[in-house]
């Protein structure tokens, strides 16, 4: 079955700097693939994703990338801010309707 | 929100004894999942949903089992509890009505259960 592997599990960096978490992904046929940030006591919730027919896709201070021939995906935070502080987690989806696997999550900490 | 609700929201329980997690929606979406939150584990998917009566295993499903009698309600239960299924637990949907590739899915606000 499809298996995401997700790293650096913690990370820390300064205010202002950047932050890139990385995933890989084993299924090929996966199509989908979100991101999601979780603040400490509350739900995870999807904050950008991308499709397989896309290697990039910006929103604001983030972006994901995607190569597909390497299977594996990236998460890219620039200019952090502490309100960035979070647990992120990346996902990967192969059929329509079908269940997310996720990776095991980054523990980002901006240091203000 | 997107209509979702989970109860109750902190459960404590004895070893040995059933719970029955509830997962309520509003929108009428065709898909849900339960999926269970561990340190180092991140979200693993327990059972999931696409209709009605329709329900099939996730990664982790031994020990649990569902049911969905109703599009609104998909109910988790652990049929007789340990130590190792305490947990925070997520209900969540697909927000598209058709089960799409790429439809987004939102979690509901999660249940901590702990089995003393």
């Known amino acids: 079955g499809e298996n995401v592997e997700q790293h650096p599990s913690t990370l820390s960096v300064q205010e202002g700097d950047s932050a890139v978490i990385k995933c890989t992904y084993s299924d090929s046929a996966s199509n989908y693939f979100p991101w999601y940030k979780q603040e400490l006591g509350k739900r995870p919730q999807l904050i950008i994703d991308i499709r397989s027919n896309v290697g990039e896709k910006k929103d604001q201070r983030i972006a994901v990338t995607l190569n597909k021939t390497a299977k594996h995906f990236s998460l890219h935070i620039t200019e952090t801010q502490p309100e960035d502080s979070a647990v992120y987690f990346c996902?990967?989806?192969?059929?329509?309707?079908?269940?997310?696997?996720f990776g095991q999550g980054t523990e980002l900490s901006v240091k203000p | 929100d997107a209509g979702i609700t989970q109860s109750p929201r902190h459960k404590v329980t004895e070893t040995g004894t059933p719970v029955t997690l509830r997962c309520h929606q509003t929108e009428n979406h065709r898909y849900m999942y339960w999926y269970r939150q561990d340190p180092g584990h991140g979200l693993r998917l327990i059972h999931y949903?696409?209709?009605?009566?329709?329900?099939d295993k996730g990664e982790v499903s031994d020990g649990y089992s569902v049911s969905r009698s109703k599009t609104e309600d998909f109910l988790l239960t652990l049929e007789s509890a340990t130590s190792s299924q305490t947990s925070v637990y997520f209900c969540?949907?697909?927000?598209?009505?058709?089960?799409?590739?790429?439809?987004?899915?939102?979690f509901g606000p999660g249940t901590r259960l702990t089995v003393l």
């Open positions: 996902a990967a989806r192969n059929t329509p309707g079908g269940k997310l696997i």
């Open positions: 949903s696409y209709g009605v009566k329709d329900t």
């Open positions: 969540a949907i697909s927000l598209g009505f058709s089960g799409g590739l790429f439809d987004e899915q939102f």
